[in-house]
């Protein structure tokens, strides 16, 4: 099933709307999930956690399926949520050795409520290492940010980096995103610098989407 059947059923719909069609499509993939609902300083939301192996360590890969009520969500962020639903289809082919959760957060579009929320809830201190995507739905280049240099020398950065010169994939680094951010803040608010996001952008026009985030 191509990832855009998923995109096309989350496109234009509102965040319960997002909440339902994520759960049903879980619920075909016969993945076990948890809800984690929450009030945040008046906020209500629900964020879905998927989990995969049983080591202590924690590998988190998170996206996000609120929107923003002027935008269609496709790109940000049904896209991801696509992809989310392939890791889960080839997670479920192999072996883990440590612990992954695939959590897709409620409200990260209102200053990334949903993880602050879910920290508080279930804290991390056995969190190695955080994944954000953001906006992967057109693009031939990736985008790692906002990468300083405490998160050059993490572990999961340096092996990222490694395997897309190893595959030849083309990607950038942008270290200032002043303007962007998505739920791995919330992680490195908390002194996780091993985490960060990961985008897909343009090739035409990569040279005005950097000078816009680092602006």
Not at 2 to 16: A, F, P, T
Not at 42 to 49: A, W
Not at 59 to 72: F, G
Not at 101 to 108: A, G, N, T
């Amino acid at each position: 099933m191509k990832l855009m059947y998923y995109v096309k059923q989350l496109e234009g719909k509102n965040d319960l709307e997002r909440r339902t069609i994520l759960l049903n499509n879980l619920k075909k993939l016969n993945v076990k999930y948890s809800l984690h609902k929450y009030n945040f300083y008046g906020m209500k939301g629900v964020n879905v956690t998927i989990e995969f192996g049983n080591g202590i360590k924690e590998i988190i890969i998170t996206t996000h399926y609120d929107v923003v009520s002027w935008s269609p969500g496709a790109n940000d962020n049904a896209s991801t949520i696509a992809v989310i639903f392939d890791l889960i289809k080839r997670i479920q082919k192999i072996k883990i050795k440590n612990k992954i959760k695939l959590i897709v957060f409620d409200d990260e579009e209102i200053d990334c409520v949903g993880s602050k929320a879910y920290i508080k809830e279930y804290g991390a201190n056995n969190v190695k290492s955080v994944i954000s995507m953001e906006l992967v739905g057109m693009g031939n280049i990736i985008g790692l940010w906002p990468i300083n240099k405490d998160v050059r020398k993490t572990k999961t950065f340096n092996i990222i980096k490694a395997l897309l010169g190893k595959k030849n994939y083309r990607y950038g680094v942008s270290e200032k995103v002043p303007f962007l951010f998505s739920d791995y803040k919330s992680y490195r608010n908390i002194g996780i610098n091993d985490s960060f996001c990961l985008t897909m952008v343009p090739e035409q026009e990569i040279k005005l989407i950097r000078k816009f985030a680092e602006s």
